[in-house]
Structure formats: structure tokens, C-alpha cells
């Protein structure tokens, strides 16, 4: 362990490469974007880190609008290409694998063939000490008849995997200041109608079974539960089970103290 930052700590990111597309004095332009995400749901945001030398971001800058396309597996070569030269360097639009497609809400062209590519008018520019995070607020979106696999960016490119198989419950518990318990838990999508079991687990004596609850809207659980009388409300741990998944067992905290006026919640 060390306190200093390694300067390529960066590279410990895992995001999806954007292909931010700009057009200005007559020229469009398609650079790579690493730091490309999304930053707001209603209305939709989305943002992209531009470095101090990037041509694109005074383009973007004076345009008021570009396009985002988030990359598709297909598409890394393009992705490496479009970071590697400037538009100052050469008119990358050129290549064969830069295939535009026809803006619908803005002037801006975007690249085809990815998961998903967004048209985009500037909202904001913040100021980092090296780079500029610029946010536009989405105004169109394309998709792919057939969604296809993203390219992850994590040091370098890859692949996706198959997707996390979940197994296991993973629950938490703590006492309210009116004394009851309150338990939340998530567990496997795939039985996320059936109930969830919840036994307490006294540090003396046999566990007492707190009977079977509903799940969310979402298929998590998050009920408030009284306790029995006769169990004491210290050293207190739970067991939270839902059809074969694992169960989840957490150690009950304390209740916290009620907030003073005007603290902040």
C-alpha cells in the first residue's frame, strides 16, 4: 500500500470507447474518447473528458454540438486509429471504417456501427486542471437494429465476458430508534418474485425465524421487522435466504441518532 498516485492509475478504468464526431468550418472530425459516459437520466447528459491539446474540444467548443458513438467490438482498430492523429494531422474521415450517419436533430454527423451513437448540444464546459469536461444534453439517439457487443477499454481493449452469474444474497441489517429491525437485501435476478426468508441469529440460543416477506418492485427486500421480546437487541446477526441462492448473513447496527434540525441528510 502507498499514499503516492501513479500517474497511469487512470488505466484502471473500465469504460466503452466513444467516438465523439465534430464539425465545424466546413470539416467534420472523429476522434476517440476514453472518458465517455453518460451523466444525467431526465433530461439525458452525456459527457466527454477532451485532453488540453485536442483539437475537437475547440471545435466542439465552437460548434455548440457534436455526436458520441460508443464503440462496438468490431470497431477497435477504428477507436485506436481515431485516437492516434490529430485532426491537424490528417482528415481521418478518409477511412473506409469511418462510415457517417445522417444527423436528425443537429448539423453533426456520427459514426456508424456501434452500440449506440448520440447527437448532442453543449450545455456546459467544466475546467479541470488538465482537461475539460464537456456535457450536452442528448437531442437524438440511433440504435442498431441488432445490438452489438461493446468495446471495454481497461488498459487496454477488450472484449465483454459473459455476463455475472449472480449466486448470492448479500443483505444488511440494523436497528430503527422505535426498536423494530430493519432488513434490506438483493439477490439472483432469476427469482426476483420469490419471497425472502429472514432468521435472526441470536449470540445465545436458537434462531428465530422472522417469516417470509415480499420483495420490491425491484425484487430487493427492504422491510422494517419488530423483534420478538425476549431477544436481546445486542449482538445481534441475521440470515437472509431467497430460493437457492446463497444465503446472506450480516451483523445488526446500531440505530443511528436522529438527525438535529436543519442537519443535513
Known amino acids: 500500500m502507498t499514499r503516492d498516485v501513479p500517474g497511469d492509475l487512470w488505466k484502471k478504468l473500465t469504460s466503452t470507447v466513444g467516438l465523439v464526431v465534430t464539425r465545424h468550418d466546413g470539416t467534420v472530425n472523429v476522434m476517440a474518447a476514453e472518458w465517455a459516459t453518460f451523466v444525467n437520466k431526465q433530461p439525458l447528459y452525456t459527457a466527454v473528458a477532451l485532453g488540453p491539446r485536442t483539437a475537437s474540444r475547440r471545435r466542439l467548443e465552437a460548434a455548440g454540438e457534436f455526436s458520441v458513438t460508443l464503440c462496438a467490438e468490431e ?135 422472522l417469516g417470509a416477506h415480499p420483495p420490491t418492485p425491484h425484487g430487493d427486500l427492504l422491510a422494517d421487522l419488530p423483534l420478538p421480546p425476549a431477544v436481546p437487541a445486542h449482538g445481534l446477526r441475521v440470515r437472509v435466504e431467497r430460493g437457492h441462492a446463497t444465503p446472506g448473513t450480516a451483523t445488526v447496527s446500531a440505530p443511528r441518532p436522529a438527525p438535529t434540525t436543519g442537519a443535513p441528510r
Open 75 to 209: 470497431q477497435a482498430g477504428l477507436a485506436d486509429f481515431a485516437g492516434s492523429f490529430s485532426v491537424t494531422d490528417i482528415d481521418k474521415t478518409g477511412s473506409d471504417l469511418v462510415r457517417l450517419g445522417t444527423p436528425e436533430a443537429t448539423a453533426t454527423p456520427w459514426v456508424t456501427g456501434g452500440v449506440l451513437a448520440v447527437e448532442c448540444r453543449l450545455r456546459e464546459t467544466v475546467a479541470l486542471p488538465s482537461h475539460t469536461l464537456c456535457i450536452g444534453e442528448v437531442v437524438a439517439a440511433h440504435l442498431p437494429d441488432e445490438a452489438p457487443r461493446p468495446l471495454v477499454k481497461h488498459g487496454g481493449m477488450h472484449t465483454l465476458g459473459a455476463p455475472v452469474r449472480r449466486t448470492d444474497v448479500v443483505a444488511a441489517a440494523q436497528l430503527r430508534p422505535d426498536g423494530t429491525l430493519r432488513v434490506a437485501a438483493t439477490g439472483p435476478a432469476a427469482e426476483a418474485r420469490a419471497p425472502w426468508q429472514v432468521t435472526l441469529l441470536p449470540p445465545d440460543g436458537p434462531p428465530v425465524r
